[in-house]
């Protein structure tokens, strides 16, 4: 067990929705990374939160959003649903974010849009 | 730039015959290495990480590691397959920048499949 929270486990939704994917970090790590993961296009990053501000930025879509809350959680919002965007979604979270820090990966949201 | 290419896509071995899955990077410096293992319908766990201490990396699971920057590779190795080692591993270079690919830049992942 990673400690890394996801919730759902999975999400079955139609095109054009919005939904929100929710992480909870490894307690006493600060920093929260969201990566997709479908089989035409790997592993993905998408987007890093530090101790409550953005870190670093990926190939994260105008249409995907995120923060991260004083209690640390972290949340995925996906809107404008496409059927591309039906893949797992990971959170990690590490200590402190930076240069060799290893990363904690939750069990993963599975997103299917039909 | 940094960077890291994994050899195979898929690798098959038998069980209780050694594994070996191969791993390239480029870096510009010294850089952090690790390799995760991602089981069917699990999040990636890290199997070991390499920071400039010893060569030689022990992980979980019997599995190492050896960095050799004048080959500039970071193969993962075993001695015996198990059944359960059967999943798709992912080497990783720390990324000092900490730029669009955020701190870990992956390799497209080996699947490693084991016969009985």
């Known amino acids: 067990d990673s400690g890394v929270t996801q919730t759902p486990k999975h999400l079955i939704t139609a095109t054009g929705q919005r939904v929100t994917l929710r992480c909870s970090p490894r307690?006493?790590?600060?920093?929260v990374y969201w990566y997709q993961q479908s089989l035409d296009q790997g592993l993905q990053f998408l987007i890093q939160?530090?101790?409550?501000?953005?870190?670093a930025k990926g190939n994260i879509l105008e249409r995907f959003s995120a923060q991260q809350f004083p209690d640390l959680h972290s949340e995925l919002n996906l809107s404008s649903l496409e059927l591309g965007d039906s893949a797992l979604y990971f959170c990690?979270?590490?200590?402190?974010?930076?240069?060799?820090?290893?990363?904690?990966f939750g069990n993963g949201t599975r997103l299917t849009v039909t | 730039a940094q960077s890291v290419t994994q050899l195979d896509s898929h690798v098959s071995v038998s069980e209780g015959t050694p594994v070996l899955l191969r791993c390239n990077y480029s870096?510009?410096?010294?850089?952090?290495l690790f390799w995760y293992v991602q089981h069917p319908n699990k999040g990636l766990q890290l199997l070991l990480k390499?920071?400039?201490?010893?060569?030689l990396v022990k992980g979980i699971n019997g599995f190492e590691a050896e960095f050799k920057k004048s080959e500039t590779s970071f193969h993962l190795t075993k001695p015996s397959a198990h059944m359960s080692d059967a999943a798709e591993y992912f080497c990783?270079?720390?990324?000092?920048?900490?730029?669009?690919?955020?701190?870990?830049?992956f390799g497209k992942g080996t699947k490693l499949s084991v016969k009985p």
């Open positions: 990690a979270s590490s200590v402190v974010g930076g240069f060799g820090s290893p990363l904690h």
């Open positions: 307690s006493g790590d600060l920093s």
């Open positions: 939160y530090y101790n409550g501000e953005e870190r």
């Open positions: 870096s510009s410096y010294s850089p952090s």
């Open positions: 390499y920071t400039s201490a010893a060569t």
């Open positions: 990783v270079v720390s990324d000092e920048g900490g730029g669009s690919q955020g701190n870990l830049i």
